[in-house]
């Protein structure tokens, strides 16, 4: 995965089973940094906080190095991947509306052209009508694949890990923390804040 996250993004560094720092990116690679200068010899790991993928940073060299790389790619690439402006093709920029493919059986080209608007007015309609029907149901799913990949990246030779992975599939808050318990604290309370809105919002919908 890349390095740059945009501003809002936050992650969080370990080092073992000790959490180093977590927040902004820059400020996480500074004390990860930091702490590997002071000599740190865990493996370190850093997590986004939202989907608990791996993020890879280069520590070589100097703080002022290692920043200096995040500043640089965070200005050519702000999500790791190409520009807005290279990835965008015909469309109407100023709305934000980028062209991509989409394939279609030739009936549902025939019902989506006779909407009002057209194909394209009435695929953003059904877009946005799924996801808000859909909204609670993502949040679930994405708070338990976060969950699941911290865990399974920190915890997996955790007492009680396999039992604590289906409590939280099944949204069992209390048997979660209940398993969790005995982990380190620093693992338990982040795999607790990744499955905070999975299992809150479950126990909520029963």
């Avoid at 469309?91 to 080209?109: C, F, I, N």
């Amino acid at each position: 995965m890349s390095i740059a996250q945009t501003k809002e993004k936050t992650c969080t560094s370990f080092a073992g089973i000790k959490m180093i720092a977590s927040g902004d990116l820059m400020h996480v690679a500074q004390a990860t940094k930091k702490a590997l200068d002071g000599g740190e010899k865990d493996f370190v790991l850093i997590f986004d906080d939202t989907t608990a993928q791996p993020i890879e940073i280069d520590f070589r060299g100097t703080a002022k190095d290692v920043l200096s790389r995040l500043n640089e790619t965070a200005k050519t690439s702000p999500q790791g991947l190409k520009s807005e402006e290279q990835t965008r093709g015909p469309g109407r920029p100023k709305l934000g509306v980028v062209a991509r493919e989409v394939t279609l059986l030739p009936r549902h080209w025939d019902w989506l052209s006779s909407q009002p608007g057209g194909a394209s007015v009435a695929l953003r309609k059904l877009v946005d009508e799924a996801r808000h029907a859909n909204a609670d149901k993502d949040t679930i799913r994405q708070s338990q694949e976060a969950a699941y990949r911290f865990m399974s990246a920190m915890a997996g030779n955790l007492p009680g890990f396999e039992e604590s992975t289906r409590a939280l599939f099944a949204g069992n808050e209390k048997k979660f923390n209940e398993l969790t318990e005995a982990w380190p604290v620093d693992i338990r309370r982040y795999a607790q804040r990744l499955a905070g809105a999975a299992l809150g919002q479950r126990s909520q919908s029963l």
